[in-house]
């Protein structure tokens, strides 16, 4: 099933329900956007939150708190 959508003059567009609701994408998602040979695909960014506790047999608590703070600046 094709998805089609209109670019605003600001370059904006909105993601179809179905899609937001099958990627878990909801107000506030960040989203990278990865320019491929196929065009421009939009993946979203795993959060601190996505990774709380799955990285315990990679990562210190020391690693994990420079994690946070990173993110925690990006969101400034």
Do not use: C, H, Y
């Amino acid at each position: 099933m094709e998805n089609e959508v209109v670019v605003t003059r600001k370059g904006q567009t909105t993601i179809p329900a179905r899609l937001r609701r099958k990627f878990k994408i909801e107000e506030g998602t960040r989203l990278e956007v990865v320019e491929t040979k196929e065009g421009i695909l939009f993946k979203p960014k795993i959060s601190f939150w996505d990774l709380a506790g799955s990285g315990s047999r990679f990562a210190t608590p020391e690693e994990m708190k420079k994690l946070l703070d990173e993110l925690r600046e990006e969101d400034a």
